[in-house]
């Protein structure tokens, strides 16, 4: 099943930057391991083991390894039977069904519990516009230090005691109407701004679709909480990169103030500067020591990556494909109904005449190399399961008569470069011998 297999390289992936994370806390960084959580959105967004076959099997020919079909009853896989007429034959098995039907059901749950959460935020867009002076003085200057030209909205909310960030295409810097310092301003509006110009809130909302996806995938619920740890984690930094340790004290204490704001009940939505006391505490461990990393440190971090996502596609490799059967009416099949459930496959033969011997088949490719056809029955069963990478050539089919002469037909045709399937495409020409000498 696709989904299972989106989720399960996510997870790896996703495992593997929290080890990284761990153990090598004082050479990478939160910035380093945010982006490698926003690149993991796509192992988990993005249906990329549906489309694994040609790197599956470029893989394993530069390893030299050599893909073995056995597919002994073919009534145990989900295939796809397609006629040139256009008619559709499927086959899943019933446990298929069900795990679908159970996880429309769980994401649908889930995106209407969402639903209300988004609606309750976008009615903050409704706040009035922020009119005091100090609050805007204080806004431009951070927009001009940060690099945030235009396209955010400064808003009142008087049922808030901090500062926090909605919308993606529409910024809105939500802050409240008293109760800050100019210094609390400054790092409060600073901090949001970081957020809005790394569209930290588009980021969110990708990690909420991963978890609506893998909604029965309890690493996705932690993979959502770290990718919000280091968000805030990797903003803090770049906030107090230029700042002594005295004011980065400072900033600390802002922190602790909103997260203590942040139980009161009058609160409707959590801020970017809240959050749990866990959070909390890593975020000012990791703010009071942070620093910039070394030329080596930076290498370290960009190889690391590097292994990470190469092993990350390493595991989308692990899906099948459901099999698709194209042009079941030349290459018919039928389930024999016998005690061992055997299926046999018949294809169509290539007719000649009656004073003609049919004596062997090749396949000439493009690129001038020779195979043997060997027999279509012994071998159909295993053809239907392979996932085909196809090269052009030719078939040459040859006759030899009881005069002693002989012909080669040639058609054009498509050859499986893993189980040997031919497509033929139609007739070639003809090359004729007095007498035979193959």
């Known amino acids: 099943m696709l989904i299972l297999a989106m989720s399960l390289s996510g997870s790896l992936v ?15 960084s939160p910035g380093w391991v945010y982006s490698m959580l926003r690149l993991d959105l796509l192992f988990f967004c993005l249906p990329f083991p549906k489309y694994n076959s040609g790197y599956k099997y470029g893989l394993l020919r530069i390893l030299g390894i050599r893909q073995q079909w056995d597919m002994k009853d073919i009534v145990t896989a ?21 795990i679908w039907a159970v996880w429309v059901c769980g994401m649908l749950l889930a995106a209407v519990r969402n639903l209300q959460k988004y609606r309750e935020v976008k009615l903050l867009k409704e ?53 800050l310092t100019e210094e609390e301003i400054y790092f409060s509006l600073k901090h949001e701004l970081i957020h809005v110009k790394r569209a930290d809130v588009a980021w969110r ?37 230029n700042i002594d340790r005295a004011a980065r004290k400072r900033y600390g204490n802002l922190i602790i103030n909103m997260a203590q704001d942040d139980g009161l009940d009058k609160r409707k939505y959590r801020t970017y500067l ?17 620093r910039k990393r070394n030329r080596i440190e930076r290498i370290v971090s960009l190889a690391l990556g590097m292994i990470i996502l ?78 085909h990478a196809y090269v052009s050539g030719y078939v040459g089919v040859h006759h030899k008569n009881s005069d002693g002469s002989c012909k080669t037909d040639y058609y054009y045709a498509d050859r499986c470069s893993k189980c040997g399937r031919l497509e033929m495409k139609g007739y070639s020409h003809t090359v004729t011998s007095t007498k035979c000498t193959h």
């Not at 796809?80 to 008619?87: A, L, P, Q, T, Y």
């Not at 991963?210 to 740890?229: E, I, K, R, T």
């Not at 959050?275 to 009071?288: E, F, H, Q, T, V």
Request: charged letters at 20%; a negative charge; proline letters at 2%.
């Open 14 to 28: 996703f495992l593997a930057i929290v080890l990284c994370a761990v153990l090598g806390k004082r050479v990478i």
């Open 78 to 98: 989900n295939f796809i039977g397609i006629e040139e007429s256009g008619r559709i034959h499927i086959s899943f098995q019933t446990y298929i069904v069900v």
């Open 205 to 241: 909302y990708l990690g909420m679709f991963a978890v609506l996806l893998h909604w029965f995938n309890p690493l996705a619920y932690l993979y959502f909480y770290a990718m919000s740890l280091y968000c805030e984690q990797s903003c803090d930094a770049i906030l107090v990169r």
């Open 127 to 179: 706040n009035p516009r922020v009119s005091q002076s100090d609050y805007l003085a204080v806004f431009d200057r951070v927009k001009k230090e940060v690099g945030v030209s235009r396209g955010v909205t400064l808003l009142l909310a008087s049922d808030a005691e901090t500062v926090c960030t909605i919308g993606v295409f529409r910024k809105y810097v939500i802050v409240p109407e008293s109760g």
């Open 310 to 387: 190469f092993g990350g596609s390493l595991s989308v490799c692990a899906y099948e494909n459901p099999q698709v059967i194209r042009g079941a009416e030349n290459v018919f099949f039928e389930t024999l109904s016998d005690e061992q459930g055997t299926v046999k496959f018949h294809v169509g033969e290539i007719q000649y005449s009656e004073g003609e011997i049919l004596d062997f088949t090749k396949f000439v490719g493009d690129d001038g190399s020779r195979h043997d056809l060997p027999d279509v029955e012994n071998d159909n069963i295993e053809r239907a399961g392979c996932i």
């Open 274 to 290: 809240s959050g749990s006391k866990k959070m909390i505490k890593w975020r000012l461990i990791d703010m009071m020591e942070s």
